[in-house]
């Protein structure tokens, strides 16, 4: 193995982060094609949409752990080079992503009716919301194989394969949704329908090329036909899995909090939150190219016991990505600002004051998400998910109601405990990291 790929270069940081950024990039607009296409349909439809992702994407957060766990002890193993482990892992990954898939899939029916009751309009059609929820849901089973693959390949040290996989993927669910939603090429017109058609079959596409990536590469395909008992790493592998799950769902649930808040503040207020909050996620996007790269790094050196590098590419990675997070604000800001003119005062004043807060949510935010990512690629998943548990929900969430609310600070005091709940995962995350350093006593 090249000296390169052991040690944190900016080169070798760099090689790992761009195809990860790009496959981030790549699921965002997807995303954001689907809204388009359902924006020709109807203002229903976009709402459809809105409602099943309340409870379909942080569902997906929860099962985050599938990819993250994955590319985890695939790293530590791949840095130790037990070959016996790895090819343990992708099969326990493999074996977790179809069971909990399909466990989901024979739920989905109870599902997508709790969905529709639980966040629904009563505008909007009830058969719609479910019909087009359960499609989804059966989805779930390929997008979980997809996750488990390409967090192996990202444990393996490779990004190019997950994101070649991804542009696939994207690429398929855009042409069904030309071909399904409005009905082109003869092709019967299916409406908001044919958007969670064209979600599944991209996915069960996808799923099925990535595992002839996955049999067919010569990184990987060792791995696949091996004869070993995988019941000696379950337990560590739910483990991880689960604990990484937790802390990222938990979090997404208390950041979307504060949507529930904001119907209440007024059209004005939730405009200038819609501009703020695309400036402050277009120039957030490089972040999910360090986080992959920061937990793929960190758990090979634990399993290589090379534990004198891990806070040089940590502080490495931290600065690397401040410094594209900074410039990309400060490049994007009078562009989105120019693109969403408006001549209301209120509206623009507010925008200034909150893009300039949410700057400093963002320097904190990287450094905590960062250290945290560090932290999980070190096995220490439990103090990640108890410190969420009090900052997310004992701090932040009673706070930001506290100031928005009943402050009446609005906006402004949503960016501002923003920030503080920033600040402090921060502190305690770099503190476990740098200061503590119970994870020296780790060993895989």
Wanted: proline share 3%; with cysteine; hydrophobic share 50%.
């Amino acid at each position: 193995m090249s000296s390169e790929h052991n040690n944190g270069t900016i080169k070798n940081i760099l090689r790992l982060v761009w195809p990860a950024f790009l496959t981030q990039v790549l699921i965002s607009g997807c995303g954001m094609i689907d809204l388009v296409f359902a924006g020709k349909i109807s203002t229903q439809a976009i709402a459809t949409i809105s409602i099943s992702n309340a409870v379909i994407t942080p569902l997906f957060y929860f099962l985050e752990g599938i990819r993250t766990g994955t590319t985890v002890l695939t790293a530590n193993y791949f840095g130790a080079q037990e070959k016996n482990n790895i090819a343990k892992i992708l099969r326990l990954s493999l074996f977790f992503a179809i069971l909990i898939g399909l466990t989901l899939v024979i739920l989905s029916p109870f599902i997508s009716k709790y969905i529709y009751i639980i966040f629904a309009c009563p505008d909007i059609p009830k058969e719609l919301v479910e019909r087009f929820s359960l499609i989804t849901l059966i989805s779930i089973p390929f997008t979980l194989v997809v996750y488990a693959i390409i967090g192996f390949f990202r444990g393996l040290q490779n990004t190019l394969i997950p994101l070649i996989i991804t542009t696939i993927i994207c690429s398929i669910n855009a042409s069904f949704d030309f071909l399904l939603v409005t009905g082109n090429f003869g092709v019967p017109q299916m409406g908001i329908i044919g958007i969670s058609l064209s979600t599944l079959i991209s996915y069960s596409t996808g799923a099925f090329i990535a595992l002839l990536f996955l049999i067919k590469h010569k990184l990987t395909k060792e791995y696949v036909f091996v004869k070993i008992k995988i019941r000696k790493l379950a337990r560590e592998y739910l483990r991880l899995a689960a604990e990484i799950g937790f802390y990222t769902g938990m979090q997404t649930i208390a950041i979307t909090f504060f949507i529930f808040i904001i119907k209440n503040l007024g059209s004005k207020t939730i405009a200038a939150y819609e501009i703020t909050q695309q400036i402050y996620l277009l120039s957030f996007l490089p972040v999910y190219g360090f986080q992959p790269a920061t937990s793929i790094l960190i758990a090979k050196y634990l399993g290589s016991e090379q534990k004198k590098l891990i806070i040089p590419t940590t502080k490495k990675i931290i600065f690397l990505c401040l410094f594209s997070v900074i410039t990309l604000n400060l490049i994007l800001t009078p562009i989105i600002l120019k693109f969403f003119s408006t001549s209301d005062p209120f509206i623009l004043n507010l925008i200034k004051i909150t893009t300039r807060i949410a700057l400093i949510e963002q320097f904190f935010s990287i450094i905590g998400l960062l250290t945290k990512e560090a932290l999980a690629g070190l096995k220490d998943t439990k103090f990640i998910d108890v410190t969420t548990i009090l900052t997310g929900y004992v701090f932040f969430m009673p706070l930001v109601y506290f100031v928005s609310v009943n402050l009446n600070f609005g906006l402004m005091g949503r960016y501002s405990t923003f920030a503080f709940w920033a600040a402090l995962d921060s502190i305690i995350f770099s503190w476990r990291l740098f200061i503590d350093k119970k994870w020296l006593k780790y060993h895989v």
